[in-house]
């Protein structure tokens, strides 16, 4: 099967410009989550969807960041304005299970990095 | 919240050598992940192993969950086996914690 999509891989914007952020998950899988990971850190969960509703975005900075699902499949992760600090890596992964944790294996996508100069 | 923590942080090794990666949690979990994140970034799943043992080739991993502990073993490193070593466990009911990785090189 297809893995988990994103783009753009590289990206360079300048503060205070908006990027925006595509993911495409795996066929038939209804969790999808937006992480940050900082240079020499793990990754930090923004957000996580189930199916086209939102489950947890208590770490998401909603001042600057959004982030939408629709119909339930791709997803998009906007940050407007940015700000250098915001310069990360962004992966995007995705999970079958609903709602469950018992056995949610998440697959990750190659993720974009972003550099805000 | 859940603290999740790895040793060590950084490993250099011989091709051929093996080693034990550790992740320590402060709570009970019915879930944790082993990640590899290869130097170009990308995160493969190399375990789900809420308990036990399970092994697949060079590699093996032990979850003792009433102790709050798991470890991955590499046997027989290879220089592909470099990059960054992740744990991560549930957080609460949806959210997953990611550990503070250790970071791995093979030398040839």
């Known amino acids: 099967e297809a893995g988990v999509a994103q783009s753009p891989r590289y990206k360079i914007i300048e503060k205070r410009q908006s990027v925006a952020f595509w993911c495409n998950p795996i066929s038939g899988h209804a969790t999808l989550y937006w992480y940050q990971q900082i240079l020499g850190q793990g990754p930090k969960l923004l957000i996580q969807?189930?199916?086209?509703?939102?489950?947890?975005d208590s770490q998401l900075p909603k001042d600057r960041f959004s982030a939408e699902r629709l119909k339930g499949v791709d997803s998009t992760l906007k940050i407007q304005p940015a700000k250098l600090e915001d310069s990360a890596v962004y992966l995007c992964?995705?999970?079958?299970?609903?709602?469950?944790?018992?056995?949610?294996?998440?697959?990750f996508g190659a993720g974009t990095r972003l550099s805000v100069l | 919240g859940i603290q999740v923590e790895q040793s060590p942080p950084d490993l250099i090794l011989q091709e051929g050598a093996n080693s034990t990666l550790r992740c320590n949690f402060s709570?009970?979990?019915?879930?944790l992940q082993w990640f590899h994140q290869n130097p170009w970034g990308q995160l493969i799943n190399l375990f789900y192993i809420p308990s036990g043992t399970k092994q697949n080739g060079r590699l093996s991993a032990t979850t003792v969950a009433t102790e709050r502990y798991s470890l991955l073993y590499i046997s027989s490193s290879q220089t592909t086996d470099s990059g960054v070593y992740f744990c991560?466990?549930?957080?609460?009911?949806?959210?997953?914690?990611f550990g503070t990785g250790t970071r791995l090189k093979v030398l040839a």
């Open positions: 969807f189930q199916n086209n509703g939102v489950v947890d």
């Open positions: 709570d009970s979990v019915n879930n």
């Open positions: 992964a995705s999970s079958r299970d609903r709602g469950s944790l018992a056995k949610n294996i998440q697959y």
């Open positions: 991560a466990v549930p957080s609460g009911t949806y959210k997953y914690i």
